[in-house]
T-cell receptor, first 113, second 112 residues
Framework: NAGVTQTPKFRILKIGQSMTLQCTQDMNHNYMYWYRQDPGMGLKLIYYSVGAGITDKGEVPNGYNVSRSTTEDFPLRLELAAPSQTSVYFC????????????FGEGSRLTVL | RKEVEQDPGPFNVPEGATVAFNCTYSNSASQSFFWYRQDCRKEPKLLMSVYSSGNEDGRFTAQLNRASQYISLLIRDSKLSDSATYLCVVNIGGTGGFKTIFGAGTRLFVKA
């Protein structure tokens, strides 16, 4: 059982480049999330989705876009990468909105130079 | 004031010690509470949920004090493998919307 799978694990981008972080889950969870984690800070929610075709902004959505065409996949796109987007990105999924366990992917370390 | 605050530590304790972490939250509408564990350069994983009546899982005990708006985690008989960062997580809201807030984490080092 793979759980939540993220790719790539590491990436270096130049300022202004774009890329997509892939996330897929095989647990049939409706809820999916993208977080970023900066050193010494709590995880910050970028975007979330409550089901296929439905996405909404989290706390720090600027500079990012998402889509949810299937239950399994929730890619995060960075347009015009900036150094402020250097971070560790975690995708997560859950059965319920606010009472259940969040299952995280292994993370994607992104550096923008 | 941060919505969820934790002592960042680090806590350095010898094996076998008892260590306690506290977490305070500011929003009285907070509904559910969790402790997650995050190993170095790994993803967070659920350690335990926190219930109003308090709950225990082996060497770990979690407690919630709604009146004072804090959550605690007690680890007894610490093991080397307990070395990690412990994240306090609070869910706020209900029907029509919710928000999950992560604390910045408390680092624990257990030494032989």
């Amino acid at each position: 059982n793979a759980g939540v799978t993220q790719t790539p694990k590491f990436r270096i981008l130049k300022i202004g480049q774009s890329m997509t972080l892939q996330c897929t889950q095989d647990m049939n969870h409706n809820y999916m999330y993208w977080y970023r984690q900066d050193p010494g800070m709590g995880l910050k929610l970028i975007y979330y989705s409550v089901g296929a075709g439905i996405t909404d902004k989290g706390e720090v959505p600027n500079g990012y876009n998402v889509s949810r065409s299937t239950t399994e996949d929730f890619p995060l796109r960075l347009e015009l990468a900036a150094p402020s987007q250097t971070s560790v990105y975690f995708c997560a999924s859950s059965w319920t909105a606010n009472t259940g366990e969040l299952f995280f992917g292994e993370g994607s370390r992104l550096t923008v130079l | 004031r941060k919505e969820v605050e934790q002592d960042p530590g680090p806590f350095n304790v010898p094996e076998g010690a008892t260590v306690a972490f506290n977490c305070t939250y500011s929003n009285s509408a907070s509904q559910s509470f969790f402790w997650y564990r995050q190993d170095c350069r790994k993803e967070p994983k659920l350690l335990m949920s926190v219930y109003s009546s308090g709950n225990e899982d082996g060497r770990f005990t979690a407690q919630l004090n709604r009146a004072s708006q804090y959550i605690s985690l007690l680890i007894r008989d610490s093991k080397l493998s307990d070395s990690a960062t412990y994240l306090c997580v609070v869910n706020i809201g209900g029907t029509g919307g919710f928000k999950t807030i992560f604390g910045a984490g408390t680092r624990l080092f257990v030494k032989a």
